[in-house]
């Protein structure tokens, strides 16, 4: 029968000690990341809070939403093609517990005999309503709210993450670097990544009622 000494002893605590050590830096090193993500999410709350507070004084807020891959090879310019689109523009609206919230349309709508609302191109729409888009906290990397030579109203540098298949014109490089026009399927490239609609009334001091809109082309 054999006994541990104190060596033996001294050697598991060692072990111990060491197993110990390693799960702590282990959480702390998951633990880094996420408290920048809170940080950053404050950052983001407290610039858009600030810009919000001069839409209470009767300002309008329009922001120019630029694509953060497209900012060194294509902005400030701005192509009609949709893929090649660098930069957006959509008035600042606020925030919720998933991101800043942009209005960057007003659509015509009518209202099915169902109920729902769906979107019409027609002059015989019955409502209005605006599109509200959501860009999530950790898809804005910087603000600035002063904006740049190009546009004094703020800037959100933003990495677009959301793609949509679509077909029509879009652009390819050409051998003169130019833009050459071609025709097919191609991957759009959005700032949003989801949308919401509220129901405009003549009465802007009641709530905004949030409806739920079909045919909407530019959806995400």
Known sequence: MSYWGASEYIELAGVVISIITLIVT??????IPEKDKLCHRKYIREVVK??????????????????????????????????????????????DIRGVLFTNAILGIVQEKN???TVTNKESYTHKASRCGLIPYNWIIDVDK???????????????????????????NGNDE???P??????DRKPFKA????????????????IDVKRDNDAI
């Not at 609609?197 to 949030?210: A, K, P, S």
């Open 115 to 117: 109920g729902t609302y």
């Open 50 to 95: 600030q810009l919000t507070n001069n839409k209470r004084a009767g300002k309008r807020c329009m922001c120019k939403i630029i694509d953060i891959d497209r900012l060194n090879t294509l902005y400030p310019d701005n192509f009609n093609s949709r893929n090649r689109k660098s930069y957006f523009k959509a008035e600042l609206e606020g925030t």
């Open 26 to 31: 282990i959480c702390i090193a998951r633990s």
């Open 146 to 172: 002063s904006g740049d030579e190009i546009d004094t109203n703020a800037i959100f540098y933003c990495k677009f993450k959301k793609r949509k298949w679509r077909w029509g014109y879009y652009c390819v």
């Open 182 to 187: 071609q025709k097919g399927l191609y991957l």
């Open 178 to 180: 130019s833009f050459v």
């Open 195 to 210: 949308y919401r609609y509220y129901l405009l009334t003549d009465n802007t001091d009641t709530f905004r009622h949030y």
